[in-house]
């Protein structure tokens, strides 16, 4: 069945430093991919999208590129900020329209 | 964009009593909606895929007896937790598959999530 493999938590970083959080996937056929992320006590929100080979999905100086070649969709950012820390779920959706996540990578970004 | 309601946030019960959490899509219908049981860990688990007007589709180990689930228009579905103990402490999510993107993408939203504590 369908997978996701995030990177273990937490990621601790100072502020304006570079993020990655990688992220591989197993899945039959062609999913689009997400990055979900949650705020301490909120629920999810949709952070970007990408639904085919080499799409990059962008949003609030966040990228990922869907990489098909290595089943890949690594988050990155170029220079955190305090407000960014949170969790970060990657997640899958295929044909059957049954969202998969991967376990989290919690962010902490200190002044 | 579309939003989904979740209610309440979060709701303190005594052991044996039931509990109902509701998920509203706010301005959009959707056929289908998620229950995910969220643990301390961060992990999301699947625990109902809801579809409107039929039964739901639970994972296994979920049990559909104490976790009730009811679909009953396009933008509303109810979870109730009957008989709640202590173990069933936790934070629950819903999400609502939206209707905008093409074939195969989905949107999927969620609502801000129920914090369970059974006393």
């Known amino acids: 069945g369908d997978s996701v493999t995030q990177m273990e938590g937490p990621v601790t970083l100072s502020e304006e430093a570079f993020l990655t959080i990688n992220c591989t996937y197993t899945a039959t056929g062609y999913p689009s991919l997400f990055w979900y992320v949650q705020y301490p006590g909120e629920g999810l929100q949709l952070l970007l999208k990408a639904t085919k080979a080499d799409d990059k999905g962008s949003n609030k100086g966040f990228e990922a590129t869907y990489r098909k070649e290595t089943t890949s969709f690594h988050l990155e950012k170029g220079s955190v900020q305090v407000s960014d820390s949170a969790v970060y779920f990657c997640?899958?959706?295929?044909?059957?329209?049954?969202?998969?996540f991967g376990r989290g990578t919690s962010l902490i970004v200190h002044p | 964009g579309a939003v989904v309601s979740q209610h309440p946030s979060w709701v303190i019960c005594k052991s044996g009593t039931s509990v109902k959490i509701e998920c509203r899509s706010l301005?959009?219908?959707?056929?289908?909606m998620f229950w995910y049981r969220q643990f301390p860990k961060q992990s999301l688990m699947l625990m109902a895929t809801s579809n409107e007007g039929s039964k739901a589709t639970y994972e296994q180990g979920v049990e559909k007896d104490k976790f009730l689930i009811n679909h009953a228009s396009l933008t509303l579905s109810t979870l109730t937790v009957t008989s709640a103990h202590p173990e069933d402490s936790s934070f629950y999510i819903c999400?609502?598959?939206?209707?905008?993107?093409?074939?195969?993408?989905?949107?999927?939203?969620f609502g801000e999530g129920s914090r369970l504590t059974v006393l």
């Open positions: 999400s609502a598959l939206g209707t905008s993107g093409t074939s195969g993408t989905g949107e999927l939203f």
């Open positions: 301005d959009f219908q959707a056929t289908t």
């Open positions: 997640a899958l959706m295929g044909g059957s329209y049954i969202p998969t």
